[in-house]
């Protein structure tokens, strides 16, 4: 389990911090980092120092651009954020993270990625929008401030805790593996980027989405589906779906179909109209 949970962080701007996040990882047996875009080199004295014997995951460290880069195959993206949102998302606290773990990695193809922001700004609202949720350290709000590797160390021994209960549970008598329900692979975050593309497609074909006046729609459609947990198959019937709906409406905007009254009233809603009356 504990192979398949992927430490991301995002524009680290000092040495020191990328090493002594690797000494946290190896502590509790984590050893997935990925970096992106760092603000710094990646290896030197004071990394390695500060790693204190596990700088072989400062040295295998994959670094890469953007976000989407390193998660592109997690089938669930969490965000440790302390700031509060304009637009609330799902909140859960570290206990909470370690107990989701063991259903979170049910199938071999699910892969979790915990996403740590910058040390001065953290992670921005776009980036915490590309989670499925974000974690909160409940720490001291007299002094609320955590050095980025602790704050790592807090969520890396929470899922040490879920890998260690989820062993004795193991080897505890049970039921059959074959009674239990077979569990379905979940979409992954690169399937979702791509059906979120085709929906906001699908939406502007429609009429029912304005690009010039978003309106916060695409986030809060993002935000109830990464609520949702799609499953892969799930994901492409609603894709299928989305096809069905550009191939219908033939190209022609929602707004000049004054044969559906009701659509209309809705897409009028949406952008902050008098509903049409029929």
Same mark, same amino acid.
């Given at each position: ?29 984590? /050893? ?70 063991? /259903? ?18 953290? @992670?921005?609202?776009?980036? @915490? ?10 720490? &001291? ?5 955590? &050095?980025?590797? /602790? ?96 191939? /219908? ?30």
């Amino acid at each position: 389990m504990l192979e398949r949970i992927r430490i991301v962080l995002i524009g680290t701007s000092h040495p020191g911090n990328i090493g002594a996040t690797a000494r946290a990882m190896h502590n509790m047996g984590l /050893a997935d980092l990925a970096l992106v875009a760092p603000r710094c080199e990646v290896i030197t004295a004071d990394s390695v120092s500060r790693a204190s014997g596990a700088d072989a995951l400062v040295h295998d460290a994959r670094v890469v651009d953007s976000l989407e880069q390193a998660v592109t195959d997690c089938t669930l993206v969490v965000g440790a954020s302390a700031r509060s949102r304009t637009l609330p998302w799902p909140m859960i606290t570290p206990r909470e993270l370690g107990e989701r773990l063991p /259903a979170e990695l049910a199938t071999p193809e699910a892969r979790i990625a915990l996403v740590f922001g910058r040390e001065d700004s953290g @992670l921005s609202n776009a980036e @915490l929008q590309r989670c499925h949720a974000h974690v909160h350290i409940p720490t &001291n709000p007299d002094f609320s401030s955590l &050095n980025l590797a /602790a704050a790592v160390q807090v969520l890396a021994y929470e899922c040490r805790l879920a890998w260690l209960a989820q062993a004795q549970t193991q080897n505890k008598p049970g039921p059959a593996q074959d009674d239990e329900e077979e569990a379905q692979p979940l979409a992954s975050h690169e399937e979702l980027e791509h059906y979120f593309a085709h929906l906001e497609r699908a939406l502007i074909t429609i009429g029912f989405h304005d690009p010039a006046k978003p309106r916060q729609l695409m986030a809060r459609l993002r935000r109830v589906t990464l609520r949702s947990r799609p499953e892969r198959m799930e994901l492409n019937i609603l894709r299928g779906i989305l096809s069905a709906t550009e191939k /219908a409406a033939g190209g022609q905007a929602l707004g000049a179909r004054a044969s559906e009254p009701e659509l209309q009233r809705e897409h009028d809603t949406h952008q902050g109209q008098k509903p049409a009356q029929d």
